[in-house]
Each structure stands twice: as structure tokens, then as C-alpha cells.
């Protein structure tokens, strides 16, 4: 490998020191960013593109307000950076329901999933990610799913509620086929 | 009181759809064009003199745009929610990690940030007082003109001394609560931006948007009229947004740049500068006769203030007036003393001093009982107070009798064994009950205006308005559920306006568990005469006669004709004049001058279970119930919430958040170290009983539950430990190491 | 102003994308201490948050597919594990679910987003995974590579004395499979100030081995976590090994943990709590299997 070559093997370009132009799929639309290569998927979801439904608390991993999906993957878009993203697919809260609304976000209302709402961006994709996995998930499964989703207003029940409205739905379902 | 609210189950709060879908701008999501960003510099020491400050290389990194200090504030340098005493910018002291020295507006925000690192301030370190101890002491440095002592609070009826020489069973203790982060999860921020006339609009969080444009008023010298306040929605508060965080440095920086000013703490900055709940220290001393009935109880309350006053005198006010809880103490004496210390700021947190008191009469409650041999149920019933007694400061309150329908219910939930818990080899189980009582609104002379404005507007919508804020408590749907049961309106009609100085009437703060109560008394007040104008107005415009008119879904309906509105409301916004109604009033309160009495209380029990794991002396609690009495419900899922949400906010003080100082420094700066309850820690188990009765003829309607839920779970867990292990636990968080010196001092495990 | 300054915050690294084991090191060659592997960079971000500096030169590991399998070697009766393998594997990887105790110890790992990032490699070589004193009481050796060679060494050993290790780069972990699970037993725990998603206050991982009269003929024994120095506990081994589980004498055991394991200290749990805890889960975990063996005799003894 010629390592002074400036195309490197995930296809980044190194512009100069600073900037990597950027290819990135954000709720099925493409995008070409100029950016710093370190740069967190935060702030470039929050400050560059505008797309404030996810949110930022803690910057350290700690407690997943900035809940994002990574080629379908939870992660943390504070904890990570511009080039690990290069030519992935990126769903956040606003690539969550279409016309209407999803199945989560309609259990979130229905249970009363959130109170000052600061949290439920996050609490959302995450419970995504849960049914994605485990479409009908026993309270061990809940409780490892969300245990880095911090919330401070609901003390959870709501939440648990919620989930479980859509486990016991996928259940009957189940059922019936 | 029956509530016909049942029906509201399935209403879906007017917020929810724009909060699930992320589609809700949070003041800390704006961006206007031209913005700049800024960033605060904190003090480096917790306690030293500012020799020098020379801001003039980080002036000269480009991006920057203005390095403000003390000497750029052209009003005064100061806040404070009672007593101006916290300066914007420190001049040449500082008392605390989070004293501010100056502010950067730059480009980006890590341009500010690398500004902050290039102002040069040159400090002369000065005695750290770490702890209200060191404070007291005789020859120590005076942190404030008048001395260190900020606040002290005192009640007393009849003769302590003397009736603990008649008591049978005496207990003492000290009590010791630690600090406690409000953990809202969304740090402190927004965007404060220039208007043309030369004033600002401010959006940023805030509890009482009148109380921030009278403060930065006050800082910037300019009237208030040119300060606009919009502050809704927050992203949880708790209390801990109430008094000014990153205003008045927005602010400034706005007016010196002329361009809108965003800031938005770190989780790090937050921590660093943020205002706490109380760390107390409350020594008691309780004596019964030989049937459990408490002849004399002596309290000595010590608060640690950290650097500013901001709310910590109505704090230890609270916590004092509650020192009794719902029983009647024939003879108290009790004294608190909130003390200025190099810590940081401790204020105004859900709760308000409720939750430390409590937590030491509950556990004197349950150490008699055990010295006593009584059940914890009857010891509390035993002293409990009846419908008509006085208040905790021998004053006049409402009525009620929800104590003893909370404790008969709790009593009934500790009856019924739900799960089996057995003992296994190295886990104990256990169970503990405890009760509270907490006062709503302000108390007895304090400022407490309460007020609401409801219109007709010309959209033809209801439009109802707060001076409040949407914190995530609910509120929103409170105000909805109760305009749609007392107009009779339908939830399309109805707008709801709150959280901007501009246009909202005054209303007080959202705070105190105040909120519900205030918009179903301003309702009470406003429906009438408002049904009155629109019915007039339809009256004479038809010549139909008023009596035969009444406002419904879409419109005012005529009796007899149930197909529709006769006239709809936007027809009738067409053509009405006289449309508005306005209210204002005082928070009701006890008619005894009692310094900070209240008046309206409600009530709240919890049982919890608990493991108690041998091996490693932690405890893990399996369920919680919780009864609350506090009228009746206005919307259930709210209520519950409140409920559950503050109830785990509080098993987080009991077993794990502990917001450790050490020399003046937090030891903690993130959620890696500070750990609050996630849903792991929470028991599926949960539930929460409401009684909604009230007395016979009470007239104030629903009380606030932002409070109530966080307290009585306190002390049940504590009293399930006990019941589980045997000890007794005076120091919160529960420490693992004090349970585990008690495993093994009992010789329950082999090998040691 | 004549003395501008120039801020040092739009330096940004290098990100190099290596796809070979090979031209990982090359690179590591060519810019020595001024570069840096990055696995999940989970830990690494915390740490550049926290000061340390960040390296000209990031050699991004993500894109080498060979360090992501993981497989079984019947005959040599190894797992290997590739150290990118991500610390969520134990929910996808067919091999790794059949492991629990290396399972339960992923799941004990921060939480669902952060596994879906960290990699067991980075567990590792950060130094303070909780990965650390499972690994060592597993036995496991580690492939590791730099520009000189390639070897596998000791997981213990190379702890303990290499002097390189920001040098190499791990391709793998290797652990013997013991299939004989009868006479052997292992163990796990992780405990920490919050049940769960919190640095370990400690972690302790065990496996004992015993032959058919239920004499010990190998145990391990490891502290780690959090910020305790990793350590096996080799004293206390000694002290069990050639010993039945009746035979033991817990309360010296217990003298012998406390007085062999040095954790750490902080401002919420103090080293002596963390001694008692450690030595409290690895004998009751112990004697829960000495009961089992016990238990086990008896029942056949009337069975015959
Ligand atoms: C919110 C949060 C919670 C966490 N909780 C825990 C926890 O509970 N327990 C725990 O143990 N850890 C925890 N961590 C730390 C860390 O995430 C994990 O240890 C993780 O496994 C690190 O893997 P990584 O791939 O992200 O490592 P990186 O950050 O990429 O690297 C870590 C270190 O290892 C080196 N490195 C990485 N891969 C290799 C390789 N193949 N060869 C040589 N060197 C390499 C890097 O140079 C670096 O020094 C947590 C981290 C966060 C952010
Ligand atoms: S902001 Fe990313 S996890 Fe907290
Ligand atoms: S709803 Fe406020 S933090 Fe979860």
C-alpha cells in the first residue's frame, strides 16, 4: 500500500490536514460534507445539517440522548466520528415514521413514554433497535436494551409501558399467524 | 370530590406528537442567522482573590468577537432570586468553582473555548471553607459582608426539656443528606438575540420568565419593557433552572456584539455551575410515653449554602415548618441554620427541603417503634394528625384528612404479601412503609401572585394563557383537560399560550407544586364571566335569550338544538369586542402570619421491598408502591408520571447520587461518576394509588403532584434495609461499605 | 495586536485505513509514537476528552476483515477471537453464544449503543477492560504483532512484562476449550456503583479444575476493572491447588485475597470495601460449586 496515496481504503479524501469530504446516507437521503475527519456525528447532525431531533447531554456515551442507528446499528453520535461514518447509512429520530406516524412513537403517546421529551429522541430509536432485534421482548430483554438511555422525568415506567404495549402487540400477532 | 376524568385517559398531551417525533425546537436547538457562540470562564479555585484579569490575547484570536468581564456590565453586578448577592462576573473574589469571570463570544464554540484558555486571570488562594463546620468556626474568613451565616429558621411549642424528662423511649440521631443534582437532561442554554429598539429576546429555560426579565433588567440597566422572555419548552427542570444560569452572560455578549448569542453548557459546565439540592445534616432528638404517643422533639437542621443565597432561605424555612410532618407534637423545638460555605450553590430543588426533613422524622418514627416494640404502622397512627388540627407551625390550613386515608391505604398495601420473597443464601429481603405531608404554593408572606387570561381569540380558538412553563411536567395537559371540563369546549378549540413575557399574564413561577392548583383556581374564577361574554355577545347579536345559550364543542349551543353550534366560535370571534377575561390573585394561604406557613398540603405514602445482597452490601429495590393524596386528577398519565418519575428520582438519592465535593471541587463532572437510576434500577414493579377525596366542602380543587412522590420513598427504603438486615442507616446514599461492615459484624458470612 | 495566536483546535489527524494485518504495522512503523490504532475509538474519545493528546495519525482497524472472525480450532482446542470482534458479538456471533460466561461478561460492558462500537481488542488494549480478568483467568494467550514479529504469548506474561505494548497491534485472542466441563467451573462478576452501565468497582473472574476425586489441580484467579491494576492472584491459587473443596480453610482464603490484591482507591469506594467484595464473590462463588461437587458425590454415592 502506497500509504502517501490520498485516497484511502474506505474511499475518504483527504483534502488537506483538515477536511474529509464526506458521503453519508441521513434517513435515506445522500449527503457530501466537508468536515473535520474527527468531527463527532453529533454536532454534525445538530450543527451542520440542522437535524436537532437528536439531542446532546452528556458527550461522553453516557446517556443516549443522541441515540442514532448506524446501518441499522444503535450507537452513540457522540462517541462517533466523522470518517467511521463514510458511506454508512444513518437513521435518527426524524427518518423514524413517514406520513404518519411509527408504532413506537404512537405507544410513546399512548402510554405516556416522556414527559419534557428531552430523552424520548434517543428512547425511541433505541426501542427501535430493541423490536429490531426482539420483536417481543421479556423485561430482561427491555432492561438490557435501555439501560443506556438515560431518562429523568418519567422514572422509566411510562416507557416500560409503552414497550410493552408493543411487545404484547407483536405477541398477538404473533399469535395469529 | 369525584373526578369525571377518566375519559381524558387516552388524550394525548398537545406537546406529544412534536416530542415523539423530534420535531420540538428546544431553546437549546436555535440557530439565527449571525450567531455567535459563547462561552463562560469559571473560576479555577473554590476560594481565592482575583489579583489581575487580562483578556487581551484572547481577544486577538480571530473568530472572537467581544471578551466581556465585570467591568462590561452596565447595570448591576449581581443576581439572586431573593437576595442579590452572586455576581455576574466576579470583581475581585471568588467563592466558588462556578463563579464566572468572564464570557467569549466567538464564531464557533470551540473558538470561545480556546478564548476562555488564553484569559489570564492571577488568583491569591484564600482558606478553602469546605463544610458548614469550618464555616462556623469563630475565626473564620467571612465569605459574605454579614458574616456566613445566610439564613436561620426556628419554630417552637411548648417545653422540650421538660417533657423528655417525661418520656419512656428517647431516640437520637443525626441525619446526614448529601448533594444532589437535578439531572435535567437538558443542560442550560439558548440564544439570547438583539431587537432593533435596542432590547433582547431571551430564549432560554427558565421556571418564572417574569422573575429572569426583572433579574437581567436589573444586570443589563435597561427597562424591562425591552426584555422579552421566552422560555418554554425546557427539557426538565426540577427546579434547578429556577434562578439564572447562562442569561446573563448571553445576554451581555448579545447587546456588546449586536448579534444573536448562543449558549449551551457541557454536561461538565452544567455540573460545574449549576445550583444543587441542600446537603443537610439534621440531628434529632424524639420522645414518646410508653404507648408511642411523641411527648417532645428537638431538630437542629444544618444546610450547607455553598457560595450564594439564591432560594436557600425558603429551603431551610421548609425544611423547618416540616420538621413535624402530619403528626401533632405537643412539644418541638426546631432550628436550622443554612450556612455559606466554598461549595457549590445548593437551591431550590423538587422537594424544597421536604425530602431531607422527612427522611429524619420518618427514621425516628421507625427507631421507636423498634425501642418500643410497636408496629411502624401504629406508632405513626398513634401520632397522626385529625382533619381539623392546626399545621405543622401551629397555623391554620385547609382542612383535610388525607394523613390518615394515606396510611390506612399504605397499611393495607403492607398487609398483602405480593411476592414470596425468600432469603437465599446470600441475599435478605425486606420491607418498609413511611408517610409525609408537603406543603403547595410559597407560604405565608411571600410573594405568591397566581393569575390566567382566557379569550376568545381571533382565530376563533379558546385561548387560554400562563405565565408558566412547559418543563415536561405536564402542564400543558393540565391546562387542556381542565379548559375542556370547565367551558365545555373541544380540544380543536382550544390554544394554549404560556412561556413568553410578552404576551402571558402573570401567573408566579412554575414551581411549588403551584401550576395545577393555580390554573384550576383561575379557571373557577374565569369560566363564568367568560361563558357569560360569549353568551351575551351571541345573545344580542340573535336576539335569542341568554339563558338558552352555553358554550360546547366548536361553538355556543342553543338548548334544544342538538345538531351543532348555533353559532360557532369563529363566527362569533368575527364580530365580539369584549371577548377577554383576566384573573389574578394570591396563592391561597394559611390566615396565620407564620413566616412561610402553607395553607393547601397534600399527602403521599410509599412501601417498598428491597434485596439486600450479603456478599456485597448493596441494595436493590424490588417494588414500589406509592399512595398520594391530593385531589383529584386532572390527567392521569400526568399524575402518574410525576408520581413515578419523581419517586425513582428520589430511590436515586437514597442508593446511588451523591454529588461529592472535595476541597471546594466536584469530584464528579459527568454521568460516568454521577449515576442517577437507569431503567435497571427502577422495580417493573411500581404502582401509585391515588386518593382523590377530599373534605367534605373544599373549594381549592386539585393540588400539584410535582413533589409529593419524591419524599416518603426516603425513608421506606432505608426502613427496608433495616427490615431486611438490621441496621440502621443515617447517611445517604446508602453506602454499600456501611451495610457490608453490618453483614459482617453480624457474622452472617462464614468466612470472616 | 502583534502576538496572534494560533489555536490549536483545527489540527485534526490523519485517518489511515489499513485492510492487511501488514500494512497496519507498516504504518505503525513508519510514524512511531506520533500514530495510534483505533478499534471502536470508544475509549480512546473519552480519553482525548479527558487531555490526552490526540495523535497526527489515527490507523483506523475497521477495515481488517481478518481481525473480526472468530473461530474454533478443534484440533488445537482454541477459541480464537479477533480482537475488532465488537463487544455486542455475543448477540450475533454463532460461536461466541455458545461461551455464556464470555457472554455475561460483553453483556457487563457499558451498554447496547457503546457495545455496538467498542471492540474486545480495544477492551484489552485500553488497559482497564473488564474483559481483562476474565481473559486472565481463561488462560488465554494473545497473538500480537509489531514491526519485528508476530508471536503468541502468555496473556499474563506479556501484562506483566511487556514493555511494548503501545507498539503492537492484537490480531487475536486465543482461549483453550475445555471439554471435559464436567471437572472445571468458571466465573464472572462485575460489580459497580449502579447495577448496571458503570465502571466495574471490580471485576473477578475464576476458573478452577479439578480431577475425579475433587482434588484442585488448577485454579486462576483475577481482580480487574475499572481502575484496578489487572491482577491473578497467584498466592491464593497456590493455597487452593491440591486441596478437595472440603478441605479448604475459607477464612484463610480469605485473609489471603485481602492481604494479596492492592485495588484502587477513589472518592466513592474505598480499597478496603473493594478487597472484602473481591474476596466475598470469588469464595462464594467457589463454595457454590464445592457444594455442587459435594451435593453431586452424595446423590450417586446412593445411587451405587
Ligand atoms: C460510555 C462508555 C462506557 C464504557 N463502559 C465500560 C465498561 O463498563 N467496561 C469496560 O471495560 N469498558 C468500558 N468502556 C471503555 C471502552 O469502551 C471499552 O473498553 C471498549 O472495549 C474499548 O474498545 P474500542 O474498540 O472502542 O477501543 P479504542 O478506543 O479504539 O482503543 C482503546 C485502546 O486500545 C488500543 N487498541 C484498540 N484496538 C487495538 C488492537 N487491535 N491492537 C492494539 N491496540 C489496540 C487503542 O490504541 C487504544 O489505546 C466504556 C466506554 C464508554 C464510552
Ligand atoms: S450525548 Fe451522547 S450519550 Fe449522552
Ligand atoms: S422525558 Fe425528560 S428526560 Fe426523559
Known amino acids: 500500500m502506497d500509504i502517501n496515496n490520498t485516497v484511502l481504503h474506505n474511499g475518504l479524501t483527504i483534502k488537506d490536514k483538515q477536511t474529509i469530504n464526506l458521503n453519508l446516507m441521513i434517513n435515506g437521503e445522500k449527503y457530501i460534507l466537508k468536515t473535520s475527519p474527527t468531527e463527532k456525528l453529533v454536532n454534525i447532525l445538530r450543527d451542520q445539517l440542522q437535524l436537532v431531533g437528536t439531542k446532546i447531554s452528556c458527550g461522553i456515551g453516557r446517556c443516549g440522548a443522541c441515540s442514532v442507528l448506524l446501518d441499522g446499528d444503535l450507537v452513540n453520535a457522540c462517541l462517533v466520528m466523522a470518517y467511521q461514518v463514510n458511506g454508512k447509512s444513518i437513521t435518527t429520530i426524524e427518518g423514524i415514521g413517514g406520513v404518519s406516524i411509527d408504532e413506537v412513537q404512537e405507544a410513546f403517546l399512548l402510554e405516556g413514554g416522556f414527559q419534557c421529551g428531552y430523552c424520548t429522541s434517543g428512547m425511541i430509536v433505541a426501542v427501535k433497535y430493541l423490536l429490531s432485534m426482539c420483536p417481543n421482548p421479556t423485561e430482561a430483554d427491555i432492561k438490557e436494551a435501555l439501560s443506556g438511555n438515560l431518562c429523568r422525568c418519567t422514572g422509566y415506567g411510562g416507557i416500560i409501558r409503552a414497550v410493552q404495549r408493543l411487545a404484547n402487540a407483536n405477541n398477538y400477532s404473533k399469535d395469529i399467524d | 370530590m369525584k373526578s369525571k376524568l377518566i375519559e381524558k385517559e387516552d388524550r394525548i398531551r398537545p406537546d406529544g406528537l412534536s416530542k415523539v417525533t423530534g420535531s420540538l425546537q428546544y431553546l437549546t436547538d436555535l440557530t439565527f442567522p449571525d ?119 426556628s419554630y417552637q411549642n411548648g417545653d422540650v426539656q421538660q417533657a423528655f424528662e417525661e418520656c419512656v423511649a428517647i431516640v437520637e440521631e ?358 357569560e361574554k360569549l353568551c351575551k355577545y351571541v345573545s344580542d347579536a340573535t336576539s335569542i335569550c341568554k339563558e338558552e345559550l352555553y358554550l360546547g364543542p366548536y361553538g355556543i349551543w342553543k338548548v334544544g338544538k342538538e345538531d351543532g353550534p348555533f353559532m360557532t366560535y369563529k363566527e362569533c370571534a368575527e364580530g365580539i369586542v369584549d371577548q377577554t377575561v383576566l384573573t389574578s390573585f394570591h396563592f391561597p394561604v394559611t390566615p396565620d402570619a407564620v413566616n412561610g406557613g402553607h395553607f393547601l398540603y397534600t399527602f403521599g405514602g410509599v412501601k417498598v421491598d428491597v434485596e439486600v445482597d450479603l456478599l456485597s452490601g448493596k441494595v436493590k429495590v424490588l417494588s414500589i408502591d406509592h399512595v398520594i393524596s391530593a385531589g383529584p386528577i386532572v390527567s392521569p398519565k400526568g399524575y402518574i408520571g410525576q408520581i413515578e418519575g419523581g419517586g425513582v428520582m428520589s430511590l436515586g438519592y437514597t442508593l446511588l447520587e ?76 446508602i453506602s454499600s461499605e456501611e451495610i457490608l461492615e453490618n453483614i459482617e459484624s453480624k457474622g452472617m458470612l462464614t468466612w470472616i | 495586536m502583534v502576538n496572534q495566536i494560533e489555536p490549536s483546535i483545527t489540527s485534526s489527524p490523519i485517518i489511515w485505513v489499513p485492510s492487511t494485518i501488514e500494512e497496519a504495522i507498516e504504518l505503525k512503523r513508519k510514524f512511531g509514537s506520533k500514530a495510534e490504532f483505533v478499534s471502536g475509538s470508544t475509549l480512546l474519545q473519552l480519553q482525548w476528552m479527558n487531555g490526552r493528546k490526540i495523535p497526527e495519525n489515527i490507523i483506523s482497524l475497521e477495515q481488517i476483515s481478518k481481525l473480526k472472525e472468530v473461530q474454533i480450532d478443534e484440533d488445537k482446542k482454541t477459541l480464537s477471537i479477533g480482537a475488532s470482534s465488537q463487544l455486542s458479538s455475543y448477540k450475533t456471533d454463532r460461536l461466541l453464544k455458545n461461551f455464556p460466561i464470555i457472554c455475561e461478561a460483553l453483556k457487563s460492558i457499558a451498554a447496547p449503543a457503546v457495545r455496538n462500537r467498542g471492540t474486545i481488542g480495544g477492551n484489552i488494549m485500553g488497559g482497564v477492560g473488564d474483559l481483562i480478568p476474565l481473559f486472565l483467568a481463561l488462560k488465554a494467550k494473545l497473538l500480537v504483532h509489531d514491526e519485528k514479529e508476530s508471536e503468541l504469548v502468555d496473556f499474563w506474561e506479556w501484562l506483566q512484562h511487556s514493555q511494548r505494548k503501545n507498539q503492537t497491534l492484537l490480531s487475536t485472542i486465543h482461549l483453550p476449550i475445555i471439554k471435559e466441563c464436567a471437572n472445571s467451573y468458571s466465573f464472572y462478576k462485575k460489580i459497580g456503583r449502579r447495577e448496571t452501565f458503570t465502571a466495574a468497582i471490580l471485576t473477578v473472574s475464576g476458573s478452577i479444575r479439578w480431577d475425579d476425586h475433587g482434588v484442585i489441580e488448577e485454579a486462576k484467579l483475577a481482580l480487574g476493572g475499572g481502575d484496578n491494576k489487572p491482577f491473578l492472584l497467584e498466592n491464593t491459587e497456590h493455597k487452593m491447588i491440591g486441596k478437595k473443596g472440603e478441605e479448604i480453610d475459607w477464612k484463610s482464603v480469605f485473609e489471603s485475597i485481602t492481604s494479596e490484591i492492592a485495588p484502587a482507591d477513589d472518592a466513592f469506594v474505598s480499597v478496603d470495601y473493594r478487597k472484602k467484595v473481591a474476596a466475598n464473590l470469588m469464595i462464594a462463588a467457589l463454595q457454590s460449586k464445592f457444594t455442587v461437587i459435594s451435593n453431586g458425590k452424595e446423590e450417586s454415592s446412593y445411587e451405587v
Open chain 2, 174 to 531: 443525626t441525619y446526614e443528606l448529601p448533594r444532589q443534582l437535578h439531572a435535567y437532561m437538558e443542560t442550560e442554554g439558548g440564544v439570547v438575540v438583539p431587537e432593533e429598539n435596542g432590547g433582547i429576546t431571551v430564549y432560554a429555560a427558565t421556571q418564572h420568565g417574569f422573575k429572569d426579565r426583572f433579574q437581567i433588567s436589573r444586570i443589563l440597566g435597561i427597562p424591562e419593557s425591552m426584555i422579552r422572555i421566552v422560555s418554554n419548552p425546557i427539557g426538565g427542570s426540577f427546579g434547578g433552572k429556577d434562578e439564572q444560569n447562562i442569561q446573563p452572560y448571553a445576554s451581555l455578549l448579545a447587546l456588546a456584539t449586536k448579534r444573536p448569542v448562543k449558549i449551551h453548557n457541557t454536561r461538565q459546565e452544567s455540573i460545574r455551575a449549576s445550583i444543587k439540592r441542600h446537603p443537610m445534616k439534621i440531628t434529632v432528638k424524639t420522645g414518646t410515653d410508653s404507648t408511642g404517643k411523641i411527648l417532645a422533639h428537638q431538630v437542629k437542621i444544618i444546610a450547607d449554602k455553598g457560595a450564594y443565597t439564591t432560594l436557600g432561605p425558603a429551603v431551610l424555612d421548609f425544611s423547618v415548618e416540616h420538621a413535624a410532618g402530619p403528626y401533632i407534637i405537643p412539644n418541638i423545638e426546631t432550628e436550622g441554620i443554612s450556612v455559606y460555605t466554598n461549595n457549590g450553590v445548593s437551591g431550590e430543588f423538587r422537594g424544597f427541603g421536604g425530602n431531607q426533613i422527612t427522611f429524619a422524622l420518618e427514621g425516628q418514627m421507625d427507631r421507636l417503634a423498634e425501642v418500643l416494640k410497636i408496629d411502624p404502622i401504629e406508632i405513626r397512627r398513634k401520632n397522626l394528625r385529625t382533619t381539623t388540627d392546626l399545621g405543622p407551625l401551629g397555623h391554620r390550613i385547609a382542612p383535610t384528612d388525607g394523613a390518615s386515608l394515606v396510611l390506612e391505604k399504605v397499611q393495607k398495601l403492607s398487609k398483602q404479601l405480593k411476592k414470596d420473597y425468600k432469603d437465599s443464601l446470600w441475599k435478605r429481603y425486606g420491607t418498609g412503609i413511611a408517610i409525609t405531608m408537603h406543603g403547595g404554593g410559597l407560604g405565608f408572606g411571600r410573594l405568591d401572585s397566581a393569575g390566567g387570561r382566557i379569550s376568545l381569540n381571533k382565530q376563533g380558538e379558546i385561548e387560554i394563557s400562563f405565565g408558566f412553563e412547559e418543563c415536561g411536567q405536564g402542564l400543558l395537559s393540565v391546562i387542556e383537560n381542565l379548559v375542556i371540563e370547565e367551558i365545555g369546549c373541544s380540544q380543536q378549540d382550544v390554544k394554549i399560550v404560556i412561556g413568553d413575557t410578552s404576551v402571558v399574564p402573570i401567573s408566579g413561577s412554575s414551581t411549588a407544586s403551584r401550576g395545577t392548583s393555580i390554573v384550576w383556581q383561575s379557571l373557577q374564577k374565569m369560566k363564568g364571566p367568560f361563558k
Open chain 2, 658 to 733: 451523591d454529588m461529592k465535593m472535595i476541597n471546594g471541587q466536584y469530584a464528579t463532572t459527568n454521568f460516568d461518576s454521577y449515576l442517577i437510576p437507569n431503567i435497571v434500577d427502577v422495580p417493573f414493579d411500581t404502582n401509585v394509588f391515588a386518593i382523590e377525596d377530599l373534605v367534605e366542602g373544599d373549594s381549592y380543587g386539585p393540588r400539584g403532584v410535582g413533589e409529593i412522590g419524591t419524599i416518603a420513598i426516603i425513608p421506606a427504603v432505608v426502613k427496608a434495609v433495616h427490615d431486611a438486615i438490621g441496621c440502621w442507616v443515617s447517611k445517604l446514599p
Open chain 2, 35 to 153: 450567531m455567535l457562540y459563547g462561552k463562560v470562564l469559571r473560576s479555577k479555585y473554590p476560594h481565592a482573590k482575583i489579583l489581575s484579569i487580562n483578556t487581551e490575547k484572547a481577544e486577538a484570536i480571530p473568530g472572537v468577537e467581544a471578551v466581556l468581564t465585570y467591568k462590561d456590565v452596565p447595570g448591576m453586578n449581581r443576581f439572586g432570586i431573593i437576595i442579590p448577592d452572586q455576581p455576574v462576573f466576579c470583581e475581585d473574589r471568588v467563592r466558588y468553582i462556578g463563579d464566572a469571570i468572564a464570557a467569549v463570544a466567538a464564531q464557533s464554540f470551540e473558538i470561545a473555548e480556546e478564548a476562555l484558555k488564553h484569559i489570564e486571570v492571577v488568583y491569591e488562594e484564600l482558606q478553602i471553607l469546605d463544610s458548614p463546620d469550618k464555616s462556623l468556626r469563630p475565626n473564620a474568613i467571612r465569605l459574605h459582608p454579614a458574616g456566613n451565616i445566610c439564613h436561620r429558621s
